[in-house]
């Protein structure tokens, strides 16, 4: 038999309620002994917790029988005052009465054990705590929903109507089927490597979402790339000065633009200099630029190009500073003139940013990856279905191997086989709570 586990699921520390979870077998017969037994389930009902002869808490106590509840087992809340020594007080009781504290995600993980969750809803239930724009608990909730699972289930499915193709030519050669049968299974393969390609071409827009979309200010010293910076995050995050080279290292500041999260760099000017310490933060400022989403050129009146041009792609954008100076000579339909000292452009270009977000970020279907072991999975996935497509003409039985091997990669995405070695990563990640 399980154990019977209970965890805080607010936050700890002074608040006006603290929640207590419990969950397992044990779960109504420590309600009865604090008091709190014979509940109407889900429905809220105020008890007086006690505990040798002791008040605990005057608390709104609802049960949850299992197997309709979050893990699948019998369940209960209590919702206690949420001063600490009552939280303390409680939780000590509910210790001494043989239950467990809970481990991280040990509820969720409970509740994907007993099918209440799929692997990959699971996830979502993480995500949606860590959630802090409207489009990543969006992504959170349509994961939660099942949309991820049902992308999967199609790719599953396609995979195993070719795989049944293959397999029945190689175990009934003297039944009745028709010739070259395996043969027939090429279309369907050939479909499914075109859309299991384009689910891996569009990995990065989900990630993005839930770890936030890279942008990179990149630009000569002096161009104004610390004010800009200061501007967008809307605080003096950087030192600015009139000492070229003042920005040695990177600076990270996290934003939301347009409901997307976005972490904005700003780096050192990128010039050669015989000094190492600025010599180290061009270094580092190059690497950054290589690895942004998107990369703001930034440029002041006489800037030469220079080596930021050699970052910079056809979809990033130029940032022209100290509009306030007068003209802009160099300003084009791809670029934004700004000035940090009057507040010109700024608008514009946050508008520009945000319209750029939601072009790169959103889409008509639901992303078919949305953390990295999701796309370590779809790439084993379509290299073993390309295999099995080559083996197809010479050797099915072969070609059936490498089809079992994609099934096994896609499977274990939402945890339908294989998953003892990916749960206790999956789950370490969540709060005690979960």
């Known amino acids: 038999m399980s154990r019977t586990i209970f965890a805080l699921a607010t936050p700890p520390g002074r608040g006006a309620i603290a929640i207590l979870r419990l969950s397992g077998p044990g779960t109504d017969n420590a309600l009865a002994a604090l008091g709190a037994g014979d509940l109407t389930p889900r429905v809220a009902s105020l008890r007086t917790l006690r505990h040798d002869d002791a008040v605990l808490d005057q608390a709104l106590v609802l049960r949850f029988p299992g197997p309709k509840s979050y893990t699948g087992e019998d369940c209960a809340e209590l919702h206690l005052h949420g001063g600490r020594a009552v939280v303390e007080a ?63 289930a199609g790719f599953r499915r396609d995979l195993l109507k070719a795989l049944s193709l293959v397999e029945a030519e190689i175990d009934f050669p003297d039944e009745e089927v028709p010739d070259n049968l395996a043969q027939t299974a090429g279309p369907v393969l050939d479909a499914l490597i075109a859309d299991l390609k384009t689910a891996l071409a569009d990995a990065r827009r ?165 953390r990295e072991r999701h796309r370590l999975r779809l790439a084993e996935a379509l290299a073993a279905v390309e295999a099995g497509r080559r083996a197809l003409d010479v050797a099915p039985e072969m070609s059936g191997d490498d089809l079992r091997r994609a099934a096994d990669a896609l499977s274990r995405v939402t945890g339908a086989i294989g998953v003892e070695d990916v749960l206790g990563e999956v789950f370490s990640t969540f709060c005690i709570g979960k």
């Open 90 to 152: 409680v939780s000590a009781t509910l210790i001494a009465l043989g239950l467990s504290p809970a481990e991280p995600g040990e509820f969720t993980r409970r509740a994907f054990e007993n099918g209440r969750m799929d692997l990959a809803q699971a996830e979502a239930v993480a995500d949606l705590i860590d959630a802090e724009t409207t489009a990543q608990a969006a992504q959170a909730l349509g994961q939660l929903d099942g949309a991820l699972s049902q992308t999967y």
């Open 206 to 370: 989900g990630q993005r979402v839930r770890d936030g979309y890279r942008i990179v200010l990149i630009g000569e010293t002096n161009a104004g790339k610390s004010s800009l910076f200061n501007a967008l995050a809307a605080r003096e995050a950087a030192i600015v000065t009139p000492i070229a080279g003042t920005t040695r290292d990177v600076l990270d500041a996290e934003l939301v633009i347009g409901g997307y999260a976005v972490t904005l760099s700003d780096t050192a000017g990128l010039r050669e200099s015989d000094d190492p310490i600025e010599a180290e933060g061009v270094r580092r400022a190059r690497a950054r630029a290589e690895a942004a989403d998107l990369r703001l050129w930034v440029r002041a009146p006489g800037d030469p190009e220079g080596v930021a041009a050699t970052f910079v792609k056809p979809s990033d954008l130029t940032v022209l500073t100290k509009a306030d100076l007068g003209p802009i000579p160099h300003a084009n339909a791809s670029s934004v003139s700004v000035s940090t000292k009057t507040g010109e452009g700024l608008q514009s270009l946050h508008d520009w940013l945000a319209a750029r977000l939601q072009d790169d970020l959103s889409g008509a279907d639901f992303p078919a990856v949305t």
